[in-house]
Structure formats: C-alpha cells, structure tokens
C-alpha cells in the first residue's frame, strides 16, 4: 500500500483528482485530502506519506512549504498547477512530475506509471535547495508587484500606496488593508493578493493576516500559549498560527 497526501485548495479539482487517482491507481491510500497549506503540513508531519499532490499556490502556506516536509520525510512530490510557467520551473527543480490543471486522466496516468518506477528506486537526497531556488523565481517582480492599492473607505474610493500598508486581514468576502492611521476594504482574495506581494517585505502569519515585516515590534504568548504579534504603529494584536511561527525563530 503506498500512502498519498492531496493538497488543492480548491474543492471540486480536489475531488476531481480523488476520483481519477481511485481509477488510475486502486491501491493508494490518500491519507489527507487538505484545503490548504496548514493542515497538508500537518498531514505531512505526522503520516510521511510517500508521495504528494500538490497545489503550488494555497492559501496559508503554499506548496513549496509542503514539498519541503514531504521530502524531508522520503516522499515524492508533484506539484499541480494552472501556469505552464510554474509547471517546467517545478518539474527542472527537481519534483517528481507536474501536473497541469484541469488534470487530465491520461496525463495523470503517465504520472502515477512514473511514480510506481520511482518508489522501486533509492531516494535521491532532499532537493531544498532546487526548491528554494524554485521559490525564488516564482517571486513576483518588476511589473507583476502591487504597488498602489484601490479600496473602498465608506462611500469613497482611496489609493493606498503598497508602502502605508502595515497588514491584510481576510474578512468574509473581503480583505482589510490597513495603514497606520487608518483602514479600508477590497474585493480581492488574500491568496490572490498575496501573488501580487514582495516576499521579503510581507509575511503571511495566519490564514486570514499578511503584515509588513518591518511593523512587526515583537512575538509574544498570551496566557494560554497561543502566539501574537504586537505592531508598532497599530494597537491590535495579530494572530499568528502554528504553520507560520517558524519564521520568529530567532526574533
């Protein structure tokens, strides 16, 4: 029985894939079919499945953070993705396979037939830093950077600029931006979002919270032990969740 881990967050290309891998290879074991980031990376952890599915782009942590994990644990990974442009990246960084989406159950057999010959071979050893190189060109840059924000702040519209901004927070259908001394709304994904931002500059700390690197004062635990970061121009407290507390590691 080989052991698989799914990770596509959305819903009906992940059920799709289920049911072309239940065809194509009868005897996996998917033990995760997750939504995003957090929870494959969890599933990754605590099951070392020995191959993996993944979306490039999720919300909460992307699957590059994912492939790393599974690869640190032995298993083999394919990336899925809607860009020719990331598919050949991810393939030359030393992933297993890719697999274009819409998958296709042709294509997806060619993959697992790939797979079946990998899992007789010895494992190569972890490629990170292909992977870390991989990250680093799917950055966006030059002309693909969000530089000027258009929101909503009550019945008018602001142009924020990329440099006011201390956060994002994902509420309901919206996202907050939020500068020093005040906030508006947008109609766009935080995972959308977050393509259009410089790595080095904004973190995703939480599922639903990107801040600023540079308005970050301190990580500090509450009471109860859950992390939160204080800012150092605004009040609030930001969540940060489990998935993300290694990028404090030192601060």
């Known amino acids: 029985m080989v052991t698989a881990l799914i990770a596509e967050d959305e819903a009906p290309q992940r059920a799709a894939l289920l049911d072309m891998l239940a065809e194509a290879?009868?005897?996996?074991?998917?033990v995760g079919a997750c939504e995003d980031g957090p929870s494959?990376?969890?599933?990754a952890a605590e099951q070392r499945p020995q191959v993996a599915f993944l979306d490039i782009r999720m919300p909460g942590?992307?699957?590059?953070?994912?492939?790393?994990?599974?690869v640190a644990g032995g298993g083999l990974v394919v990336f899925t993705t809607a860009y020719d442009?990331?598919?050949?990246?991810a393939f030359e960084a030393g992933a297993t396979d890719y697999l274009l989406k819409p998958v296709q159950a042709a294509r997806l057999q060619q993959t697992v037939d790939r797979l079946r010959i990998r899992l007789q071979q010895p494992r190569p050893v972890a490629p990170a830093p292909a992977i870390d190189e991989l990250e680093a060109q799917l950055r966006p840059r030059g002309e693909r950077l969000i530089r000027w924000i258009s929101a909503s702040a009550g019945?008018?519209?602001?142009?924020i600029g990329i440099d006011e901004v201390v956060y994002f927070q994902a509420q309901d259908k919206y996202v907050r931006v939020v500068t020093a001394a005040d906030e508006a709304v947008i109609r766009m994904p935080l995972k959308?979002?977050?393509?259009?931002?410089?790595p080095d500059l904004f973190w995703q700390v939480h599922r639903s919270v990107v801040v600023r690197v540079s308005a970050i004062e301190r990580l500090r635990k509450d009471d109860l032990g859950r992390p939160g970061l204080r800012l150092k121009s605004r009040p609030e407290t930001l969540p940060v969740s489990a998935a993300f507390v290694h990028r404090f590691r030192g601060m």
């Open 40 to 43: 494959a990376l969890l599933v």
């Open 25 to 30: 290879w009868p005897e996996l074991e998917v």
């Open 85 to 89: 442009e990331y598919a050949i990246r």
């Open 61 to 70: 942590v992307g699957g590059l953070d994912v492939a790393r994990a599974v």
């Open 155 to 159: 019945d008018s519209v602001r142009m």
């Open 192 to 198: 959308e979002l977050l393509a259009g931002l410089d």
